[in-house]
């Protein structure tokens, strides 16, 4: 009888063999950490960029549809917010002076309006003047804070719209309007919709859209109407509204700076939107 011969591994050779693993599984990591973290902050980047250039891009889109000389900027206590009317489509109204036939009814601005007929035909579809509850605003020569029948935040040279007569080309107005507001050089008019405002908060690391608040003499609060965010994560905002001297060209500024939670390297973007300002 022979003895079996036994096969395997003692523990000495165990252990040695677990040290060396775990001595090259250190290194591995010590290689590989870095690529990865560098890549998780690249992503983190990347995001960040996308996020804040989606917002601006929906705030360039509305704004460059402004109600001109709508623009207002403010903020307190590291908060800012640019505030606006957005217009929806124009067009031009006949006046006296078109010397009218068959009895149309033209924008009078002394004994005010309530019934007008556009020149040319009506809008269809999703320009289409709509009135009623919840329906359009029609602003005439709108040349903002501190002139005298022409701010639309005012309202003495805004009226409602109660009704559209598409067959006549005619408007009808809930109220009696525009008495006392300016005419317009070039007969024009704009149909517009209620103010809108994006609102910076720091604090809460937002940038928040609201609307659905109503026109008020001077730019609200945040928190005020229905809200919607469009970007978290940021650190601070910049808006800026230039109007130079003689030029009919609003120039707006918009710089947003968002940074990632528990880390202190942010993102900045920063984009200019040239409004028109000619009532």
Same mark, same amino acid.
């Given at each position: ?20 693993? =775990? !001595?090259?599984? +250190? ?9 990865? @973290?560098?890549? /998780? *902050? %690249? ?111 005012? =309202? !003495?040279?805004? +009226? ?9 080309? @005619?408007?009808? /107005? *809930? %109220? ?59 650190v601070a905002c ?29 993102i900045t973007l ?10």
């Amino acid at each position: 009888m022979h003895a079996s011969q036994q096969h395997g591994f003692t523990l000495v050779e165990a252990i040695m063999v677990m040290v060396i693993t =775990g !001595v090259l599984a +250190g290194i591995l990591v010590l290689f590989i950490r870095q690529p990865v @973290q560098n890549y /998780l *902050d %690249a992503s983190g980047r990347a995001e960040l960029g996308d996020q804040a250039d989606l917002a601006l891009r929906r705030m360039t889109r509305e704004l460059r549809g402004a109600l001109p000389n709508s623009v207002r900027t403010g903020g307190v206590g590291g908060v800012s917010l640019i505030e606006f009317i957005p217009t929806k489509i124009g067009g031009r109204y006949l006046s006296a002076e078109d010397n009218p036939v068959g009895g149309q009814p033209v924008l009078d601005f002394v004994n005010g309006t309530q019934i007008f007929t556009v020149d040319g035909v009506l809008p269809v579809g999703v320009t289409a003047i709509v009135g009623g509850v919840g329906g359009d605003d029609i602003v005439i020569a709108n040349f903002g804070t501190g002139f005298v029948g022409a701010d639309a935040y005012l =309202g !003495v040279n805004r +009226g409602h719209v109660a009704g559209v007569n598409v067959n006549n080309n @005619q408007v009808t /107005l *809930d %109220a009696v309007s525009f008495i006392s507001a300016n005419p317009s050089p070039d007969q024009r008019f704009q149909v517009v919709q209620p103010p809108v405002m994006f609102v910076c908060d720091p604090v809460a690391r937002t940038l928040t859209r609201f609307w659905n608040y109503g026109y008020q003499v001077v730019t609200p609060a945040a928190g005020a109407g229905r809200s919607a965010v469009l970007a978290r994560n940021v650190v601070a905002c910049n808006f800026q509204y230039d109007v130079p001297p003689n030029v009919h060209i609003g120039l707006i500024g918009l710089t947003i700076v968002l940074g990632r939670p528990n880390s202190d390297e942010t993102i900045t973007l920063a984009h200019q939107i040239h409004v028109d300002n000619t009532p």
